[in-house]
């Protein structure tokens, strides 16, 4: 089992100003297809996760730009450049270079 | 527009089975493959199985804490996906979500980007 670590596990983020979130695999998410299957998710409080960014830095439909994902391998990394409201809940990660789906342990983000 | 909603949650007893159900609209289900994730009260997330489209064999795999007890299907006439789940133990207990695959050029499953609203799931005595 691959096992996804996210720190922190909480953040407390003044609005407007940046916040990030690790995740460290225990082993490379590099697929054989030379794709890297690493995706973030947004569960806001009393509702489904919604996908925020997918192979690593793709954001998906909707997502506004200012967040961002990064990484290669084992390290990656969401970032919200500029932290408003309606962003507060709980983030994770989630590997795919395994059909056997790992989640972090969720990032819980509020506002100061 | 995409949707997924959940059916088929409720109280059941330790031992005994329950099938979920999730009915879609607004996509092409046949193309597409199915996961399950269940999240248990005040805890994160947790992927149950899986179930390819029927194009490529629809082959399911399940993590290691349900195999043997719980069984994805489809009937893509109906776009629906089922998880039917036996020999329920008090630790099953979580809001189950059905959510949509988007496949790899490999055809293998890569991330969720749709989820139902989730049912809830009490297995309980």
């Known amino acids: 089992e691959i096992v996804m670590t996210q720190t922190p596990l909480s953040l407390s983020v003044t609005p407007g100003q940046p916040a990030s979130i690790s995740c460290k695999s225990s082993?490379?998410?590099?697929?054989?297809?030379?794709?890297?299957?690493l995706s973030w998710y947004l569960q806001k409080s009393g509702q489904s996760p919604q996908l925020l960014i997918y192979?690593?830095?793709n954001r998906f439909s909707g997502v506004p730009d200012r967040f961002s994902g990064s990484g290669s391998g084992t390290d990656f990394t969401l970032k919200i450049s500029r932290v408003e409201a309606e962003d507060v809940g709980v983030y994770y990660c989630?590997?795919?270079?395994?059909?056997?789906?790992?989640f972090g342990q969720g990032t819980k983000v509020e506002i100061k | 527009e995409v949707q997924l909603v959940e059916s088929g949650g409720g109280l059941v007893q330790p031992g005994r089975s329950l099938r979920l159900s999730c009915t879609t609209s607004?996509?092409?289900?046949?193309?597409?493959?199915m996961s399950w994730v269940r999240q248990a009260p005040g805890k994160g997330l947790e992927w149950v199985g899986f179930?390819?489209?029927?194009?490529?064999?629809?082959?399911?795999e399940y993590a290691a804490s349900v195999k043997g007890r719980f069984t994805i299907s489809r009937e893509d006439s109906k776009s629906v996906a089922y998880l039917q789940m036996n020999s329920l133990r008090t630790e099953d207990t979580a809001i189950y979500y059905c959510?949509?695959?988007?496949?790899?050029?490999?055809?293998?499953?890569?991330?969720?980007?749709?989820w139902g609203q989730g049912t809830l799931v009490t297995v309980s005595s």
């Open positions: 989630m590997q795919s270079r395994s059909v056997f789906r790992t």
């Open positions: 192979e690593v830095s």
């Open positions: 082993q490379s998410l590099l697929h054989s297809d030379a794709r890297t299957y």
């Open positions: 179930i390819g489209s029927t194009a490529y064999g629809g082959t399911t």
């Open positions: 607004g996509f092409s289900f046949g193309d597409f493959g």
């Open positions: 959510t949509r695959e988007e496949m790899s050029p490999i055809a293998a499953p890569i991330y969720f980007d749709f």
